[in-house]
């Protein structure tokens, strides 16, 4: 079956450049999500997307953007990288609410290290 | 306010034996949702097992069992017959409501326990 699928899996980019995350939700999922686990971290919500519309904020930066595309694919993009951002960063996908069991499925995470 | 509450940061079981992994959870509503999840070193999460709010009887998958006490707010994972494979971080998660209202939930999670199998 088809899963979540993030690219890049791993990410080297130096303070002050940019990133960019890409999300490949289940096929007929329409609920993207975003996390981010710095090391030895929970994982923390960012953002979500609902049919193509940012449904909820969590702990975002002001310079990371995101959005969900008409594919219902996502990116994340992050600006002025900083060392604090290094991270290993999630996407899941649902089908609308989430439901029971497999309700939300990850992707392998995207591991970004910023030097 | 912390939601989940994981209090084990680590813990220790021989292979073979059971181990039982504590959350407890806090929320207001009437329905939720509880995960857990095993996140190994090489970093993806993986769903282990889900247990609603209104489900009677406590989950079961294959080895993972939840011990789910509703009026403790607590949702224990129980491992039966640890593997060596087991070793692992394990995640509690509660499914809330998202702050924008709406029909959809996110994950919250707790701070995690690691797990170490012994041989």
């Known amino acids: 079956a088809a899963g979540v699928i993030q690219s890049p899996r791993h990410l080297i980019k130096e303070k002050r450049e940019t990133a960019t995350l890409k999300c490949y939700p289940i096929?007929?999922?329409?609920?993207v999500y975003w996390y981010q686990q710095g090391p030895g971290q929970d994982p923390q919500f960012l953002i979500s997307f609902y049919e193509k519309m940012q449904s909820d904020k969590g702990s975002i930066p002001d310079r990371f953007s995101a959005q969900q595309f008409s594919d219902y694919h996502s990116e994340l993009n992050m600006s002025s990288l900083e060392l604090g951002d290094s991270a290993l960063y999630f996407c899941?996908?649902?089908?609308?609410?989430?439901?029971?069991?497999?309700?939300?499925?990850f992707g392998s995470g995207t591991r970004l290290t910023v030097v | 306010a912390q939601k989940i509450t994981q209090t084990q940061p680590g813990m220790f079981v021989q292979e073979k034996e059971a181990v039982t992994l504590d959350c407890t959870y806090d929320?207001?509503?009437?329905?939720?949702?509880l995960f857990w999840y095993k996140q190994p070193s090489s970093g993806e999460m993986i769903f282990l097992i889900y247990?609603?709010?209104?489900?009677?009887q406590n989950a079961t998958e294959g080895r993972y069992s939840l011990n789910f006490q509703k009026a403790r707010k607590s949702a224990n994972l129980v491992i039966s017959a640890s593997q060596l494979g087991d070793s692992a971080m394990y995640f509690c998660?509660?499914?809330?409501?998202?702050?924008?209202?709406?029909?959809?939930?996110?994950?919250?999670f707790g701070k995690g326990t690691l797990l170490t199998v012994n041989p």
């Open positions: 998660a509660m499914r809330e409501p998202q702050e924008s209202g709406g029909s959809n939930y996110k994950l919250t």
């Open positions: 929320t207001s509503d009437q329905s939720y949702g």
């Open positions: 899941a996908s649902s089908l609308g609410r989430a439901g029971r069991n497999y309700g939300y499925t």
């Open positions: 247990q609603g709010s209104y489900d009677e």
């Open positions: 096929p007929r999922h329409d609920t």
